[in-house]
């Protein structure tokens, strides 16, 4: 079951790291704030959607399993 | 998790037969409010009325009858009811149940006027509520009037002498925003903090006060939920249509400037709850009449704008209003007159929902004032080029990207005002209104929220 | 290798691990600094900014590992391995060491939460990660005492110069968060600075129909309770 990235857009404070590390999934609008690209995390990014989920200073970014 | 009961039988769900036949004269109407005029009515006219609340002695007995009602949430997101007690019963020990009497939209008053008028018929449903999820920690989340909250806690008082109320209930106070009344808010005031939205992460009904499960319900709900309770689901659904049964509790505003709160069933057509034309007819070069509409306001300021001659045909059901971009919402239903300018009603609104932002999230407090600033200069003479698509573009960049539907309810408001308001907009693009300098309609409150100590 | 030699090298090593793991935290205490306030490196990614507070930090745990272990296993002191995890219990300069102690422990709560932290409350991380602000001048003030080492010379100048750096961090810090706007007020702030576009056409000469002015921003007044409309509300 594939894992989709979701943000807590209280907690978010536009950092960008996520964007920088996952730019395939997350992009910027123009306040510096992460858009989703609302898919599924392919296989392929797993271990950079995870380490984006780690590295976010705000704890913001999260992923999880859709039920 | 079980409970004890068979499957429900609606004969025996009514315990005890009601002293009095079930409001509401030969249309049905009024079944919320009193017959004769806005008197208050005192305990001891509600008891001979309508008895004292049918308790059913267990959780759950009720859910059944309320599902076979088809009684959904009246303060605007339209939820069945029975689905919601449920999934607050099935979630953990010690609920919690609270209505909500914020209405924080500026343009509703029928929360205040039900409080007001029948604070025992909410009370009811409190109570019934509360046992239907096993909860015996009731709140009332209370607009922020003192003579309301007077009222409400004499009537508590009585009812207490009397030995109504299984549960006690606490008043809780809601501060003038208009978020105030979204779930999670009302759930972060009740833990003791400010009305802030919060991310939903559990949803309110799982954890939501004190981290127990947290039932909210507006309080016209629990005013219908406590007539079902003792009248029935039949007689609840004699009145609307078959996918929208009961009635519902409307403000509506006239082109003329009056404003009232009023009961009608739903499927009613909204020509019958407003005036929108003069009854002089005619669409002639008269210029425009005061008591003419031009558009209607659906469900509030998060809802849509339709034009008049579009919601001349329309009823208050969602069946017909959501393949129009409207829904019924919490019963706001305003007709703005012929000699206004429907772009800078838009522009006033939106401006004072930018600044009813919580300010949490990036999209919202940085999006809606953008988009207010640049509608303000669609209002004025020869607005940027850009100005439309500016504001396109910022409403499909805060869509959904709040952690409330503020931004959402929102743009849909802005959207369906491009849509309804085109010809004036190419009017004002080329310098011209059709009614430059018009006084404002809408109502708004005189200030909104400066600092964070406004929101608690 | 004779007995004194050794413990001499074990000795000598616990000194200067312990100078560079000053430097080390020093460099993470003013990284953290830059990431919480979202500061640029120049040229540097922020993903690398905040890479580098973390695998510094990690570094300095392995520094402060060795630092601690030869100072244990040191024979010519006696500190015991209580002694570098419960305050102020060794036999050799109790207060300084102890206050070593301290930070150890407040290091280690940094450390623990921070590994772990996918898995713990945001508000418990953020808590104990305050820590930090209590960890450093501690560590230096362990530095400091504990042997006379920074006291005099070079590395005095490495003592004052983690001050200088920790200090304009931290004095960084403070006037920025000062201009922090209070969530309520945010959307204010973003009228005020949505300045108004220019014009895409030249005025008009002559008369024109004046722009609609957005009104001002209200004065703070209570909203009048709107239940005074309660008392002419009309019943259909």
Known sequence: ?67 | MTYATAAPNLSRTTVQPPIQPPPGGASGLPRLLPEHGAVPVDLPTHLGHHGRPPYRGQARLLIPLLEESGLTGRGGAAFPVSRKLTAVADAGTRPIVIGNGAEGEPASDKDKSLLWISPHLVLDGLQLAAEAVGSSSVGLYVHRSPRLQERLRAALAERAAAGIDQAPVELIDAPPRFLAGEESALASRANGGAAWPRFKQPRVFERGVAGRPTLVQNVETLAHLALIARYGARWFRSLGTAEEPGSMLCTLHQADGTRNVVETALGTPLRNLLRLDDGAGGSGGAGPRASTAQAVLVGGYHGAWLPASLAAGMTLSNAALRPAGAFTGAGVLAALPADRCGVAETARVTRYLALESAGQCGPCFNGLPRIATVLDELAGSRPDRRALADIKRWAGLVEGRGACHHPDGTVRFVRSALQAFRAEIQLHEHGRCTAPGARPFLPLPAATATTDADWS | MNGITGSTALWYASRATGVVSLLLLTAVVVLGVLVNRQGRVPGLPRFVVTGLHRSISLLAVAFLAVHVGTAIADPYVSIRLAAAVVPFVSAYEPFWLGLGAVSLDLIAALIVTSLLRAHISRRIWRGVHWLAYAAWPVALAHSIGSSTDMQRGLLLWVAVGCCIAVGAAVAWRVTRAAHDVPRAERAAVTFAQAAPRPRSRPQRSGRQRPAQQSSPLPPASPARPSTDRLEEADLR
């Open chain 1, 1 to 67: 079951m594939k894992k989709q990235l979701r943000v807590d857009p209280i907690a978010c404070t536009g950092h960008g790291l996520c964007a920088e590390l996952l730019p395939e999934l997350i992009t910027l609008d123009e306040w510096g704030y992460p858009i989703l690209a609302g898919q599924p995390v392919p296989r392929g990014l797993d271990r950079e959607a995870r380490r984006a989920v780690t590295d976010c200073p705000a704890l913001a970014l999260k992923l999880y399993r859709p039920s």
